[in-house]
């Protein structure tokens, strides 16, 4: 059993930056793949980005690929997404997912966290 949760989300201004979080409240991260993922009202749960359980794969969505990082920091046992010059078009709600394999599908999936909200707006 793994329990997620996000943190880091909030509200910037277009070309701002966020350090989105995930950590395991119950269970670890350190041994599973962890995907993070964003939803808008009325649309399907969207794929960001994912890093493999060793941290070696990584894979960015187009939509963010080169203002965004994912990364592991094994001390705190947590996932990062560093997401630079956010556009307005960023806004969603973040959630964070683990799983047995790296993989851009929301079904391939285990476990979820709560949702954290970034909001870009000028």
């Known amino acids: 059993q793994v329990q997620l949760v996000e943190s880091g989300g909030g509200s910037v201004l277009p070309g701002g930056s966020l350090r989105l979080s995930c950590a395991a409240s119950?269970?670890?991260?350190?041994?599973?793949?962890v995907g993070w993922f964003r939803q808008v009202p009325g649309q399907e749960r969207e794929f960001v980005g994912y890093?493999?359980?060793?941290?070696?794969?990584?894979t960015l969505a187009d939509s963010v690929k080169g203002r965004s990082t994912i990364s592991r920091d094994n001390v705190k046992d947590t996932v990062i997404l560093q997401m630079n010059s956010l556009k307005q078009e960023d806004t969603a709600v973040y959630y964070c997912?683990?799983?047995?394999?790296?993989?851009?599908?929301?079904?391939?999936?285990?476990?979820w966290g709560q949702g954290t909200q970034v909001t870009v707006s000028s």
């Open positions: 997912a683990a799983g047995p394999r790296w993989t851009t599908s929301v079904g391939g999936y285990d476990y």
């Open positions: 119950e269970g670890t991260l350190s041994t599973n793949a």
């Open positions: 890093i493999s359980r060793s941290g070696v794969v990584t």
